[in-house]
């Protein structure tokens, strides 16, 4: 049987461990609960690194100080490796980069945690926590998951890679989800 995506409104959001890169560093062991405490949270899935998502995480990173005043933690996290991420973090902005972003920016490269979110985007089968067919290229579809301070998904909206996500929107709805 292969699975697609399915509403996760209101169900507990799960933690997870991996790599990434945080603060110009790579990083082996992040946990999300860890670095969340209590805290909301904003998961950025986004496609592939070297793509037009360096608008939305630089747009993020631009209003960091906004989301810190609403105690809300910022991750950024797709199917690329953390030195990929960490090679498009020393590429300025106005070349397609993301160098200044501070938040972390994390690598699912087993796609685990993009499954359970429900982003990753094409047809697979799963067993045992392991991806064991799929049918085209695994990547994550751009997504905004917004998390309240008990670990509950208030907030899900994925959208084709072209489409950019405006940060605005996601400031109006976080002030509507106090």
Request: hydrophobic residues 35%.
């Amino acid at each position: 049987m292969y699975y697609n995506n399915y509403n996760l409104i209101g169900k507990k959001a799960i933690n997870f461990n991996t790599t990434g890169v945080f603060k110009k560093k790579i990083i082996n062991k992040f946990n999300f609960f860890k670095y969340k405490k209590n805290n909301k949270a904003l998961l950025f899935f986004f496609p592939k690194n070297f793509t037009n998502c360096y608008i939305e995480l630089n747009n993020l990173q631009k209003k960091i100080k906004k989301f810190k005043s609403k105690n809300v933690k910022i991750l950024a996290i797709s199917t690329d490796n953390e030195y990929s991420h960490l090679n498009w973090m020393k590429i300025s902005k106005k070349k397609g980069g993301i160098k200044g972003v501070n938040f972390p920016i994390l690598s699912d490269l087993n796609k685990i945690i993009s499954y359970y979110y429900k982003t990753l985007s094409g047809y697979y089968k799963i067993s045992n926590n392991i991806i064991l067919k799929n049918k085209g290229q695994l990547i994550c579809n751009k997504t905004i998951i917004l998390i309240d301070n008990k670990n509950f998904i208030k907030y899900y909206a994925s959208n084709d890679d072209i489409i950019n996500i405006s940060i605005k929107e996601i400031l109006r709805i976080i002030n509507i989800l106090k």
